[in-house]
């Protein structure tokens, strides 16, 4: 089993919709949790970070993390064109330094 | 960008022969990390590094070695290039405590 597990899509949702993307990961006592954007050949880009059980908002993005579930997601209000890019989910087991886990992706196309 | 840089960008190398990359960053963070991506598989970790002189290994490390002589420079060694470690290769920088890591801009290696 992965440890970090996502729908590799391709997401499409039409412009200003509500994106819904979602993670779950298997080592119950993970601690940090991240979300990283990634367009197409470039690096990836860390958009939001939850650590505590229920959601964070920043700007457009919504983080959500239910522990007891071992779930995570993210929504991006008002899609826009340029939220087109795959999108990556990270668990970091322990949050002493040591690795995060990816997971492979869900690709999301923002349709104008 | 945020203060890390990788060389080269690109690069082709024939089978059998070593290839180093390096990662420099000038924010004196003390973890370092070599991440390899591939369609399908996400990222994975190579090596880590949590200080100088200080590196443990990732779940895809035969055939890499690395070094961190200074807190700036982290170095990825293909030992002897094969054409199974044609790939994108990030570096990632993380601060001691918290948020997630930050990502060079990439190698696009291939291994011919």
């Known amino acids: 089993q992965k440890e970090v597990e996502q729908n590799s899509g391709p997401l499409s949702v039409p412009e200003g919709a509500i994106a819904s993307l979602n993670c779950t990961y298997s080592?119950?006592?993970?601690?940090?949790f991240f979300w990283y954007r990634q367009y197409s050949g470039k690096s990836p880009e860390l958009i939001m970070s939850?650590?505590?059980?229920g959601d964070k908002e920043d700007g457009r993005f919504t983080a959500q993390l239910n522990k007891a579930s071992q779930y995570v997601s993210l929504l991006i209000r008002d899609s826009q064109p340029s939220d087109s890019a795959t999108y990556l989910c990270?668990?970091?087991?322990?949050?002493?330094?040591?690795?995060?886990?990816f997971g492979t992706g869900t690709s999301l196309t923002v349709i104008p | 960008d945020a203060g890390i840089t990788q060389s080269p960008r690109h690069k082709v190398t024939e089978t059998g022969t070593p290839v180093t990359l390096r990662c420099h960053q000038t924010?004196?963070?003390?973890?370092m990390y070599w991440y390899r991506q591939d369609p399908g598989h996400g990222l994975r970790l190579i090596h880590y590094?949590?200080?100088?002189?200080?590196?443990d290994k990732g779940e895809v490390s035969d055939g890499y070695s690395v070094s961190r002589s200074k807190t700036e420079d982290f170095l990825l060694t293909l030992e002897s290039a094969t054409s199974s470690q044609t790939s994108v290769y990030f570096c990632?920088?993380?601060?001691?405590?918290?948020?997630?890591?930050?990502f060079g801009s990439g190698t696009r290696l291939t291994v011919v």
């Open positions: 939850i650590y505590s059980n």
């Open positions: 590094s949590y200080g100088v002189k200080d590196t």
């Open positions: 990270a668990v970091n087991p322990t949050n002493t330094g040591n690795q995060f886990y």
């Open positions: 080592d119950r006592v993970s601690q940090s």
């Open positions: 924010e004196n963070h003390r973890y």
């Open positions: 990632a920088i993380r601060p001691d405590r918290g948020d997630g890591y930050t």
